[in-house]
T-cell receptor, first 112, second 115 residues
């Protein structure tokens, strides 16, 4: 089955700097790649997704890049703010509805 | 609009005991998911429904776990005889893909500890 690896378990950045979280996947059939955020003591919250028909998607300060050849995708956060501090999970699925395979999460700490 | 609600929020059991988790998805969402999230790991899908039908339960340990969604709205996940390895947070999520909305909305979870 699909395996999703998140390469950074923790990431610490200064407020205002950029943060990049990288994920790889194994199943070439995967075509949908969402990102979720989990703040301390709270549940998961959707932040952005990308489908395999594009290689880049931006929403305000968030950009997702997808390299299908390398089976790699990444979340870029610009101008980080303290409220960006959370655990970020990447996920992959062969379709937009159904089984998401999640990575183990990256704890992002934004410090002043 | 109310989000996904789950109860109970916490449960502590001895091995061998049974427990049920309840989920109320967002109104109108036809797809409902149950995930198990062990500590310091990502969620792992157990089962998902479209309306009342089970679409995929291949990751559900069928000897001890069961899940139902009889009227296509609320859902119950039951563990018949809990083991220490079942200690985790159980998350329910819902989505409405028929409206082209693929993101999953997660509930607060039930944190289960099996002693």
């Amino acid at each position: 089955g699909e395996k999703v690896e998140q390469h950074e378990s923790t990431l610490s950045v200064r407020e205002g700097d950029s943060a990049v979280i990288n994920c790889t996947y194994t199943d070439t059939a995967s075509s949908y790649f969402p990102w979720y955020k989990q703040e301390a003591g709270k549940s998961l919250h959707f932040v952005i997704d990308i489908r395999s028909n594009v290689d880049r998607k931006q929403s305000q300060r968030l950009t997702v890049l997808l390299d299908k050849k390398a089976k790699r995708f990444s979340l870029h956060i610009t101008a980080t703010q303290p409220e960006d501090s959370a655990i970020y999970f990447c996920a992959a699925s062969p379709q937009v509805v159904g089984q998401l395979t999640f990575g183990r999460g990256t704890r992002l700490q934004v410090y002043a | 609009e109310a989000g996904v609600t789950q109860s109970p929020r916490y449960a502590v059991l001895q091995e061998g005991q049974a427990v049920s988790f309840w989920c109320d998805p967002i109104s109108g969402h036809d797809t409902l998911y149950w995930y198990q999230q062990p500590r310091d790991q990502g969620p792992q899908l157990l089962v998902y429904f479209r309306d009342e039908a089970v679409i995929d339960n291949s990751q559900l340990p069928s000897d001890r776990f069961s899940a139902v969604r009889p009227k296509g709205t609320n859902s119950t996940l039951k563990i018949q005889s809990a083991k220490q390895g079942d200690t985790a947070t159980y998350l329910c999520a819902s989505s409405d893909p028929g409206q082209g909305l693929y993101e999953q909305y997660f509930g607060p979870g039930t944190r289960l500890t099996v002693l």
